[in-house]
């Protein structure tokens, strides 16, 4: 099994930057392709990213599209996520998951989720 676990959340205003990381506390991500996910506050989660293991396929929610890169790095084994020109409705809970067996913009079809890390924006 692997574990990922999600960090570089936190607050910054609109307009603004994150990059947020997904490496393994348990395991090795090898031969995962991974997927970022977010769900706000009464709202169900929803994709957002997703890269395939070799990193030669990338997939993002249209509402990202152009704003939000997703990639990786192969010495470290960890998937990167930056965001740009970050909107009021972008807060959320930002999830890490590893492991596609089907869709990748699906939530079941990933196995292993991390905990999650906060992002809020402000206006």
């Known amino acids: 099994q692997v574990q990922p676990v999600e960090s570089g959340g936190g607050l910054v205003q609109a307009g603004g930057s994150l990059r947020l990381s997904c490496a393994a506390s348990?395991?090795?991500?090898?031969?995962?392709?991974r997927g970022w996910f977010r769900q706000a506050p009464g709202k169900e989660r929803e994709f957002v990213a997703a890269?395939?293991?070799?990193?030669?396929?990338?997939y993002y929610a249209d509402s990202v599209q152009g704003r939000f890169t997703i990639s990786r790095d192969y010495a470290t084994n960890t998937v990167y996520r930056h965001m740009n020109s970050l909107k009021p409705e972008a807060t959320a809970v930002y999830y890490c998951?590893?492991?596609?067996?089907?869709?990748?913009?699906?939530?079941?079809?990933?196995?292993?989720w991390g905990q999650g890390t906060q992002v809020t924006v402000s206006s």
């Open positions: 998951a590893a492991d596609v067996r089907g869709s990748p913009y699906s939530a079941a079809s990933y196995d292993f």
């Open positions: 348990k395991g090795t991500f090898s031969g995962y392709a």
């Open positions: 890269i395939s293991w070799s990193g030669g396929m990338t």
